[in-house]
């Protein structure tokens, strides 16, 4: 009698644990659920706005299907600091400057402002130079790619083959082991550099413009007023930082673990974009004589090979350094200035590429690059190769 009561008390005990688990599991689902949805709706909204602003700076004066472009915007401020000589590419920026500041403030908001540094800073420097040198071959960074798109340009979709290629082979590195050194928890100081370097030289701007170079022609010479690109951006820092925007990542978590969440954010750019351009009677499908592109096909693809590639390598695409960098990354800060150098380098050596252009006659002259431009994405690969190989473990590589 005694044990089957025993059995009895133990019976409706194990029951309601495991009706609790269950009960306790569902809510799990449910809050998780929840939390996914959540975090969808927020990089799509991002998008949609990202698509809108890149829309109303264009309109405002910003070249076309270049409402934003970090490699183009961070060129022209190397240009403009004298740090290359190219007269129609010199111009500061205030995108650039609002997204970081925007990032920087956000970062205060939410609490998530954490200075950290020391992963191979060297590397990084080096991989976010030939990142650069890749975006310039193309003419555009991974959202001016996708903004390119929306405004009808095809030669784009070819960047786009060449983009996911290069975060196929990055993966292919990843699956291996590839790491670089892990950062540490940082001073104040270094987690506010590119802040603190971006405030300055909004100040410098504003109290002594002269000290710049800017364009008289050229794409250096279009742009949006001052204040409202600087207020744009500031918003759209914000957003990007919240919902963790980035090009690379949506396409590599895509592949990588079936997770199409940030990917939804620039499907939302795309479509906004181009229901915009249609609307505003901007949009022109095809392949010759698009805004500052040109149709040399193999290098559209190879200099964005090159960006997707190394983007992988460095954990994000470079608007997602610039945002990282202004929530307190260090190594971050190091990658966007490699880029500005690349930037540079890129304009003082002829390596970027030279938009397609119509002769006297009214026909096309394909743009591309010149032999220095391809030397230098071959060594890209070659120095990418490197990075890959020397900083995966070997026991992953013999998997």
């Known amino acids: 009698m005694i044990r089957l009561q025993l059995f009895s008390i133990g019976t409706i005990c194990w029951t309601k644990i495991v009706f609790y688990r269950m009960i306790y599991e569902q809510n799990v689902k449910r809050e998780r659920s929840f939390v996914m949805k959540k975090e969808n709706w927020l990089v799509i909204i991002a998008g949609v706005l990202v698509g809108v602003a890149a829309l109303v700076l264009t309109k405002l004066g910003n070249p076309a299907n270049m409402g934003f472009?970090?490699?183009c915007f961070e060129r022209d401020i190397a240009g403009a600091v004298g740090l290359h000589s190219a007269a129609k590419v010199q111009y500061v920026r205030p995108e650039i400057i609002g997204l970081?500041?925007?990032?920087?403030?956000?970062?205060?908001?939410?609490?998530?402002?954490?200075?950290?540094a020391g992963s191979s800073p060297a590397t990084r420097f080096v991989l976010g130079a030939f990142v650069m040198i890749g975006a310039l071959v193309f003419l555009g960074c991974p959202l001016r790619m996708v903004l390119r798109m929306g405004g009808g340009d095809l030669n784009a979709l070819v960047g786009l083959a060449g983009f996911v290629i290069g975060i196929l082979i990055g993966i292919v590195f990843l699956k291996r082991g590839f790491g670089l050194k892990r950062s540490y928890p940082a001073k104040l100081v270094e987690g506010t550099?590119?802040?603190?370097?971006?405030?300055?030289?909004?100040?410098?701007?504003?109290?002594?413009?002269?000290?710049f170079h800017a364009s008289e022609a050229g794409p250096?010479?279009?742009?949006?007023?001052?204040?409202?690109?600087?207020?744009?951006?500031?918003?759209?820092?914000?957003?990007?930082?919240k919902s963790r925007l980035c090009m690379v990542g949506g396409i590599r978590d895509s592949i990588l673990v079936k997770d199409n969440h940030l990917l939804y954010g620039f499907i939302a750019i795309f479509v906004t974009v181009f229901i915009g351009n249609l609307a505003l009677g901007s949009f022109k499908l095809g392949f010759d004589l698009q805004p500052i592109a040109h149709s040399s096909h193999l290098w559209n693809l190879l200099g964005?090979?090159?960006?997707?590639?190394g983007s992988v390598l460095l954990g994000g695409c470079p608007l997602r350094q610039l945002i990282l960098a202004g929530s307190g990354n260090g190594d971050s800060a190091v990658t966007v200035f490699g880029m500005i150098v690349g930037a540079a380098f890129a304009h003082n050596f002829a390596l970027a590429g030279n938009p397609d252009s119509a002769n006297d006659a009214g026909e096309v002259v394909v743009g591309g690059i010149a032999n220095a431009g391809k030397v230098a994405v071959v060594i890209g690969f070659v120095v990418l190769l490197a990075i890959s190989l020397l900083n995966s473990r070997k026991e992953a590589a013999k998997v």
């Open 69 to 71: 472009c970090i490699a």
């Open 100 to 116: 970081v500041l925007g990032a920087f403030i956000m970062a205060l908001a939410g609490k998530e402002f954490r200075p950290q």
């Open 193 to 211: 550099t590119l802040p603190v370097v971006m405030f300055v030289l909004l100040v410098l701007v504003l109290a002594v413009p002269a000290i």
């Open 304 to 309: 964005m090979v090159l960006v997707g590639w």
């Open 220 to 241: 250096g010479s279009m742009h949006a007023p001052a204040i409202v690109s600087l207020l744009i951006a500031l918003v759209v820092g914000a957003l990007a930082q």
